[in-house]
């Protein structure tokens, strides 16, 4: 579920992602993962 999350927040919904532990409460952070499909034509 947690990489369906990702996936989706990082790719079509552009979304800010929240960590939230006991210690520090809860904090924006920034998640690096960036993914690309590029296609690519064979040649003849």
Do not use: C, N, W
């Amino acid at each position: 579920m947690t990489a369906v999350s990702i996936l989706l927040g990082k790719t079509k919904y552009h979304t800010r992602f929240v960590q939230s532990t006991r210690e520090k409460g809860g904090e924006f952070v920034i998640i690096p993962f960036d993914i690309s499909a590029e296609y690519i034509p064979q040649l003849v």
